[in-house]
Every structure is written in C-alpha cells, then in structure tokens.
C-alpha cells in the first residue's frame, strides 16, 4: 500500500503488498453471494490502507494508499494501464491530453489537451498544468516524493500557447520514455479558477505565478487537506475532473462517491454509488466473505489460501491478482544509532544472505509470492530485468554473512551479539564511523501483520546465527510510515534504524530517482555513481543504461530485498462484469467506472 504515479505512479511507495482489494457489496443483499440489478458497489480496503490525504501532493511518499481514492476524481494528464492486452500501453482513453510532441533534441515538448471540464463546467486549461507546476515549485521540499532533478526542476520555462496548450521547455534533453511515463504522467492538472487563493474569503487570481504567491496557495490548500473531517463539506474538494465525485467521508468510516455529473470522458460510470469500506484485519475481510455477508468481489488472504475451494463453492470465481513491484526492508544508512553499521557495503550483504526468500515465500506467503534480488521485478515477466538481477546476487547463505563479517574485524559471536574487534576504515577493518567494541544491533520497526511476523521473526532469528542482533518492533502502518523520513544525522528525525511497511508499486518504466537518487531517498543512501547510472535511464534510451542501473543497485544492496506478494487469491462474484482491466492489471489501479452488473 502500496506507492510514488503515472497517474502519478512516478512510482509510489506501497505499504504491505496486497493495496486495495476491489471488495463489492452489493447494497441491501444478505445472504449467500446472489444475482441483483442493483447498481452500488462497495470496495474494501485492506487493512491499514485507509486514504489520509486528498491533496495531490503527498506530505509522505505513501501514495498508492491516497491514489485509490484521489484518481477516482483527479486525472493526470496521462495514464498508464488498463489497455485491454497490453498493460504497459498509454491509456490514451482515460488521458486527459493527446500523446505528447518532442521537438528533435527531446529538450521541449509540447502538450495539447482533450476537451475535459471540471465538475463546475469549467474547461481544464493549460493554466491548469501551469498551476499544478508552480505550486510544486514553490513548496517541493514539502512533497513527499521529490526527487531533484526530476519535475519541477527540469522544467526551466512554460509557455501557454492556447487554452488547450503549453510547451515545457527542459534543461536538458530526456529521453521520451521515461519523460512520458515518469514526468508528465505525474502531472495532475488542477483547477487553477477555483483553487488559486490564500485563505477562504481571497479572491482567485494568478497568485501562483510568483514563488511567495504559489507557495501561500500551496500552505492554504494543504491547511484545508488536513482537515479530514470536512473533505465531503469543503466547496475546495467539489471541483473535479474524474469520472467520479466525493459524496460523503467518515475519516473511521465510509467513503461514498456518485458520478460525477459534469464528468466528460467516455469512461462514465454505470453503478450510481461507489463506497470504499474499511477492514481492520485480512481476519475480518476472510470471515465477512465466509459468512454468507454481501461482498460481491474479496480475496483470500495468505493465510487462508488452504480454503479456496471453500469460497469458489459460495459462487465466486478466483483469479491471481499479479503486480509490477518489489519489496523491500529500508535501512536507514544515516541512523543516529546503526547509520555507521548500515552505511557499510560489507554489512548490508551479510544481512542479504540472511534472508531467506524460498522459505518466506513458502512458510508466511503460502507460495503467492515471488523472490525479489534486485531493483526491477523478476516477475511478472517484462522487458527490463537483467540477467544479473535474475542470478541472485545474495542467495540465503549464513556461512557466507558471517565470514564476511569475520573478513571485516568483528569478532563473530553466534547467538549473542558481535562487536568490532578491529576497528579502522582498511579493508579487513569495521569501517568508517564503528568503534571497538560497538555491537552489530540495529532495531527494525515493521507493519503488523500476520504474514509481516513470520517474516520478521524469520529474519531475526537468521541474522543471530551471526551474532546481530536484530531489535523487533511491530506497529500500525501509519506510524511506520511517519518513522521513515529523509534525514540527516544527528537530527531528531533520524533516530530510525530500519523499517518494513512492504515496498514499491512502479508503473510501466521501474526506474529509481525517487528510491536511490541523493536527496530523494528515504533510506538517505547517498551514492554519486548510483546518481549516474539513474541520470542515464532518464536521459538516454536503450535498455543497456537500465541494465547498469540496477545491476549496480543489486550490489549495492542500499535495501534488504524481500519476496513481493504475487498472484494473490482475488475473487469476484459472478455477475459482476467490467472488471477485466482489474483482472489484468500490474500497477495497482481498479477501474470501477466501468464496472456493472448482469440484469
């Protein structure tokens, strides 16, 4: 839960790894899963993965959360997904603009927008994508995921050519690739006549097309988004241009929307509701599927994947719900406490070779998972992962963990707790920053979960076999999220060692300026030849610069890479239809506009 989006997806951080689970409920209906002409539909949430912000600006890099809600009634300039036969495609029917125009040196590009309104019947403009710039501009130390030298900062000038167009001129050539699907896809126009004022009696203007004025509209509109509670009474939060509009919302409850009337895509809904319902456990999702409840659509948690023939005798057919992503333990390499263990290469492998995927996707994930060695996904196939990537850089292999930590001066204390022998900063030394006697202990806070705990305690009782010491602590998702920050150390804020919340939800091109690039990473690694290799996948094209990029990030290890959630246990009732795209789909979307029921 997921997750930085092509809409936007310029991936997004995702907490645990089943995100949301379309959960219909059919209004009115008890019993056993039964046919009706009812047109509302209620989609629950996976547990802890409840929408916080309704802003498009995450203040934290946790987005897929937010993205479920917010892209019912937002719509970024292009979307990636749910093209019938090819994920991976430019969804040029659920994109607000026509596909994008280079000049030759791919350093401008010129945007033309389709003919949407917003919700008040106003046109969305190219003052729009302007609006939504600048304030990013002015506040980006605010956004949770920025990256330098991504969006706003390579967009050195704008210039708004018609209602309908705006060239961005760069500062420097890209290649259209990765500019289309990780920049512009990011991009959320926003209503620039309704939202363009410093407090509620302020008259609209062009406030955002100074720094100081952008940045008081910025802290205005976040001052509203912060209040939960008034999201379906404030007149700020009416004005939309997605295929649906925000009804009512109980920040411990319910989140109901209807069409949006004004709505001008060709994706209009058919159900005449849509509410989003909240589940605190997989627990409480399994046994309200089982007990003859009204979810039309569900899944099975892992745990319970043993009783699937249970639930296709209640009438639902199940299907494996794949994703493009990858998990990851995040080390804080500028910890107050273990930055100076955690900073070395030597330490980061032997923790990798103290996880055992095989067995955690065997044991916790009851086989729906897929192993993960490197910073692009293994599975499901796709054009990018390399060859080293796929050869598992850092089997499971505690031998090999401790005599790395015996070649590197710490005297190797099996089932107690190692400590430096020798310390210094020469090869076979503990390194830059680790004094005699300093302990090899670092704490590591997690996501409660059932199959989180098997991993966890998995983990721990690994790493003691080479004396480290690992120090447990498990919480709600929202306070792993709110540990986990960018950091320097010494600063209150990085009195964190490492955390586990799930990983990372890509879209269709898994590069990493926002997981590994200086200043964007939130586990503060801090690599300038890491900085290259990514500049690259930006910039020029060929799989060669990905394949460089992520084969030196496998080696690097900056995260622990853990298994991915693949092929999770959905089910969906059967007279259910429009839920193909669902079906198909990797990069955590749900398309419920198109969804209806047989008559």
Not at 482 to 502: E, F, L, M, Q
Not at 588 to 595: I, K
Request: with cysteine; hydrophobic share 35%; charged share 25%.
């Amino acid at each position: 839960m997921l997750d930085t989006l092509p809409h936007v997806r310029s991936p997004r951080r995702v907490a645990l790894a089943g995100l949301l689970t379309a959960v219909l409920v059919l209004a009115g209906c008890g019993g056993q899963p039964q046919t009706s002409n009812t047109d509302v539909a209620t989609v629950a949430l996976d547990a802890g993965d409840e929408p916080t912000y309704i802003l498009p600006s995450d203040p934290q890099c946790t987005a897929v959360n937010n993205h479920y809600f917010r892209s019912l009634i937002y719509k970024p300039l292009y979307w990636y997904g749910g093209v019938l036969g090819n994920e991976f495609a430019l969804n040029e029917e659920l994109s607000l603009a026509e596909p994008p125009e280079y000049n030759g040196s791919n350093d401008q590009v010129t945007i033309t927008l389709k003919d949407y309104n917003w919700s008040d019947g106003e046109p969305v403009s190219a003052r729009d994508i302007a609006f939504y710039v600048n304030l990013y501009r002015a506040s980006k130390a605010k956004w949770g995921c920025y990256a330098p030298g991504s969006v706003p900062d390579n967009i050195e000038r704008m210039d708004i050519t018609g209602e309908k167009s705006i060239v961005l001129h760069l500062d420097k050539s890209y290649s259209p690739k990765w500019f289309d699907v990780q920049q512009l896809g990011g991009i959320i126009p926003l209503p620039q006549h309704a939202w363009d004022k410093t407090s509620d009696d302020g008259e609209i203007g062009n406030h955002h097309e100074t720094d100081k004025g952008a940045a008081a509209v910025f802290d205005f509109l976040t001052g509203k988004a912060k209040s939960l509670s008034s999201y379906d009474s404030e007149p700020l939060w009416e004005v939309v241009n997605g295929p649906w509009a925000l009804d009512e919302f109980d920040p411990r409850g319910d989140i109901a929307f209807v069409p949006n009337k004004k709505y001008s895509g060709k994706d209009k809904p058919k159900l005449s509701k849509l509410v989003e319902k909240r589940f605190t456990t997989e627990q409480a999702e399994f046994n309200a599927l089982m007990a003859d409840d009204t979810l039309t659509t569900g899944y099975i948690p892992s745990q319970y994947t043993s009783r699937k023939k249970q639930v296709e005798n209640k009438g639902y057919r199940v299907y494996a719900k794949n994703n493009f992503g990858i998990n990851y333990i995040q080390l804080n390499h500028a910890s107050n406490a273990a930055g100076p263990l955690l900073s070395q290469l030597y330490v980061r492998q032997a923790l990798q070779h103290m996880v055992d995927q095989p067995e955690y996707i065997k044991r916790a994930h009851n086989g729906e998972a897929f192993a993960v060695y490197g910073p692009v996904p293994i599975k499901p196939k796709n054009p990018y992962v390399s060859e080293y990537v796929k050869s598992v850089p850092y089997p499971h292999d505690p031998d090999k963990a401790s005599q790395l930590l015996d070649e590197h001066g710490w005297d190797v204390k099996p089932d107690g707790v190692s400590v430096c022998a020798r310390p210094g900063t020469a090869a076979n030394q503990c390194g830059k920053g680790i004094a005699r006697g300093m302990k090899l202990e670092f704490r590591l806070v997690y996501t409660q979960d059932p199959t989180n705990d098997r991993m966890m305690q998995a983990f721990k009782s690994s790493a003691a076999a080479a004396g480290i010491n690992v120090k447990l602590r498990k919480t709600t998702q929202e306070q792993v999220f709110s540990v986990t920050n960018i950091c320097k150390r010494g600063s209150r804020r990085c009195d964190w060692d490492a955390a586990y919340w799930g990983g990372w939800q890509f879209g269709p091109y898994p590069s990493g300026e926002e997981l590994y690039k200086s200043g964007a990473s939130e586990n503060n690694f801090n690599n300038p030849k890491a900085d290259r290799l990514i500049e690259a996948t930006q910039t020029e094209s060929g799989l060669e610069h990905m394949t460089a990029y992520q084969d030196y990030i496998a080696k690097q290890v900056p995260v622990l890479f853990m298994p991915r959630n693949q092929g999770a246990s959905s089910v969906v009732r059967s007279d259910l239809k429009g839920f193909k795209r669902a079906e198909q789909g990797l990069f955590e979307d749900f398309y419920p506009q198109y969804w209806y029921f047989d008559e």
